[in-house]
């Protein structure tokens, strides 16, 4: 059955039940109804005993270790929480998990990244990379996409770090969004995209996003969403982000976004941006300075016809500005800072200039 119907069928049963028992004259608690439908809709429309903490918007992330050992993130730390989850049952909802996103996990391929329905990421590793069990994650992403005002009121940006960022935004400059894991980095690119919405801008611009796993989201309404894929049972058929962003400026894009530049890639992006396409992406680092360098690096990996002396000037070229976020706090995530890239003609080096 599909969703749409099997929900309809337990309704069906449900009120039958309910109906049932009024006849026999059985006396329920006030709570049963309720309780029996949700908990028979989790089970069977949703995922399991898990699906109550991807309802719950204050839970920011949900991790298993082992059966019966679940975590759950929020505003103020995270916690384990009582939840009998067996290993069967969480083999189960993984596989439910993974049905629509055409993604696999076996042997092969012992861990997955993908997308669940309601946009939030899905990480599972199974054994023998792990030690006994499977190892799970899911990362929630808010559904009110914020937009750069909403980040300046929240205090997780300054007035200056506002009109910067809008200005760059409007004027088609490249911007590189760095970070660690947790950072608020997606959240800061989702906010630049939001700018685009505006009257100004939302006839004019269309958007290519790149990824490994659809995260980014924005309510512009010429874009395309681009995610790779990976190889079949048989070991073929693997789209990666170089071969995306190729892909991407055959689409006539006014703009590119690639979600986040981890290896050789780095180099397809730089030479697109060199082509005078405005672009975004986001890169994990531990300091402005340290984004540069890594994204001065990471071209190498694309071979070793690859030279410093080609990517250094390329990323001084290319990228305007660089964007650090930081999570200084459980429920505190902040822009520290936001620099600009240029190139020492005496020493042949990248320099980076605090704006704001």
């Known amino acids: 059955m599909s969703d749409v119907t099997l929900q309809t069928t337990l309704e069906s049963v449900i009120d039958e039940v309910i109906e049932r028992q009024l006849s026999a004259g059985i006396e329920t608690q006030s709570n049963f109804e309720a309780n029996l439908r949700g908990e028979a809709a989790a089970r069977l429309v949703g995922f399991g005993v898990l699906q109550a903490f ?3 918007s204050e839970v920011e992330e949900i991790w298993v270790n082992r059966p019966n050992e679940v975590f759950i993130a929020t505003a103020t730390g995270h916690r384990r929480i009582e939840l009998e989850l067996s290993a069967d049952a969480l083999v189960a909802i993984i596989e ?8 696999r996990l076996d042997r092969s391929t012992p861990f997955v990244d993908a997308s669940l329905p309601d946009g939030s990421r899905l990480h599972v590793i199974i054994p023998s990379l792990t030690k006994a069990h499977w190892s799970v994650n899911i990362r929630k992403f808010g559904g009110k996409i914020l937009k750069l005002d909403d980040l300046r009121l929240s205090g997780s940006m300054t007035e200056a770090q506002h009109q910067v960022l809008k200005r760059a935004m409007f004027e088609g400059k490249n911007v590189l969004v760095s970070g660690a894991t947790q950072a608020g980095k997606t959240t800061l690119l989702c906010a630049l995209l939001a700018e685009l919405t505006l009257p100004e801008f939302a006839d004019q611009e269309r958007l290519v996003s790149v990824e490994e796993t659809f995260e980014i989201r924005t309510e512009l309404r010429d874009w395309v969403a681009l995610q790779a894929r990976q190889a079949n049972l048989e070991g073929i058929g693997e ?12 689409m006539r894009p006014t703009r590119l976004v690639v979600g986040e530049v981890r290896q050789a890639e780095a180099l397809d992006l730089l030479i697109a941006l060199n082509s005078g396409l405005p672009g975004l992406c986001t890169i994990h680092a531990n300091s402005a300075e340290d984004a540069v360098q890594k994204l001065a690096t990471l071209p190498l990996l694309a071979g070793a016809n690859i030279s410093r002396e080609f990517v250094v000037p390329t990323v001084a070229s290319c990228i305007d500005f660089v964007v650090h976020c930081a999570q200084v706090a459980p429920a505190v995530r902040k822009v520290v800072e936001v620099r600009t890239i240029s190139l020492d003609q005496a020493t042949g080096r990248l320099v980076s200039a605090h704006v704001c």
């Open 96 to 103: 439910k998990m993974l049905r629509t996103s055409g993604r």
């Open 54 to 56: 991807l309802d719950d």
């Open 239 to 250: 789209v990666n982000l170089r071969r995306l962003i190729v892909e991407a400026l055959r």
